[in-house]
């Protein structure tokens, strides 16, 4: 029990020589009279001082690692995941401005043509021998087969398979598709067909005419089913780009580049009732304008010329003195003859 209490009392008083020490040194600052001691202690436990933080931090160091390595994880995954959901987003309000464009396109030809349609997405596109595509829309939609399919655009092709929530579409380049065509303007028919291409000139129109006279930069309209179905009258096919004649042959072939750009169709429309009344070549969009050559400058005309300037006094005394005039000589009078002269 001494022995404890003569414990803390030594304590208690280093304890206290400590605390007046170190208040002594804090207040005394540069000229504290406690600077050599200060200086020695450093001098002695300085070293070891660095010595053990040497060993200790690298310690401490991969035991935060280990610790917070867990964390750190979780915080670099979720970073990640809410970068990618940021990137979804942005990719998806770019979509979805792209099909409110289309959409927007697809209601306006639908206007002008007075086609009731049903929107519809392509879902995939058929692999084989025909071109294909799949939409989602069906017999729940309204849909049926041998119906119309148009873009904003132009023409895409005809459902040849109906399904309860989606259908398939056999697209106007596929080598098998013929559609009835007509020329703007002059009304002259003709058979559009696919070559198997969907990029590129895609598309070849025949006219039944073969003496009809055909030109690169016309366009072609479908020419209407009997019944509408499967092609509604109206719809902007293409334009023709080359003419190829063909020797011997009864017809007249076009080469014919399509409206529709059949290798990114994503909002398509199904006609399911067709117009009243044949919207004809209402539904081309207008033909640019292009501008008009200026005229000619016009050439400057000759100033008039000025009238003749009446003569003056001098000069038609001068015009006068130059007229011949009978000399004095000339003007005395004759001798008449005498006998024998």
């Known amino acids: 029990m001494n022995d404890t209490r003569r414990t803390r009392a030594v304590l208690g008083i280093l304890l206290l020589i400590s605390l007046a020490m170190i208040t002594i040194d804090y207040r005394g600052g540069d000229d504290s009279p406690l600077r ?10 300085g070293p070891i001082e660095g010595a053990a933080a040497a060993v200790v931090t690298p310690v401490g160091h991969a035991l935060d690692t280990i610790l917070g390595s867990p964390g750190a994880h979780r915080r670099i995954n979720r970073l990640e995941r809410e970068n990618q959901r940021l990137r979804e987003q942005l990719r998806a309000q770019q979509i979805d401005k792209t099909r409110a464009e289309q959409l927007n396109r697809l209601l306006g030809t639908a206007g002008l043509g007075r086609y009731r349609i049903v929107a519809a997405q392509v879902i995939s596109a058929g692999e084989g021998v025909e071109e294909t595509v799949s939409i989602d829309a069906g017999s729940t939609d309204g849909v049926r087969t041998d119906m ?10 005809r459902i040849t398979q109906v399904g309860p929530a989606s259908s398939t579409v056999l697209l106007a380049t ?6 009835g065509g007509r020329l703007e303007g002059s009304g002259e028919i003709g058979v559009v067909r696919g070559t198997g291409r969907r990029s ?3 598309l070849t129109f ?3 005419d073969s003496t009809v006279e055909i030109k690169p930069g016309q366009r072609i309209v479908s020419f209407g089913s009997q019944g509408d179905r499967p092609y509604v009258p109206g719809v902007p096919i293409g334009t023709v780009t080359k003419i190829e004649r063909t020797p011997g042959s009864l017809t007249r072939t076009a080469i014919v580049r399509p ?13 399911v009732a067709p117009p009243k009344k044949n919207p004809r070549d209402a539904v081309l969009p207008p033909v640019p304008k292009t501008s008009a050559p200026a005229p000619p400058p016009k050439a400057s005309s ?15 005394a001068s015009a006068e003195s130059t007229e011949p005039t009978e000399s004095p000589r000339s003007r005395r009078p004759r001798r008449s003859p005498r006998p024998g002269d």
């Open 36 to 45: 050599g001691l200060r200086s020695f202690g450093e001098a002695i436990f």
């Open 148 to 157: 119309s399919v148009i873009t904003g655009d132009g023409l895409v092709g």
């Open 259 to 271: 409206f529709t750009h059949f290798t990114g169709l994503d909002v398509v429309g199904i006609v």
């Open 302 to 316: 000759p100033p008039p010329s000025s009238p003749p300037a009446a003569p003056s006094a001098q000069s038609s």
């Open 200 to 202: 590129g000139s895609s």
């Open 206 to 208: 025949e006219l039944l």
């Open 174 to 179: 596929d080598a098998a598709s013929a559609v």
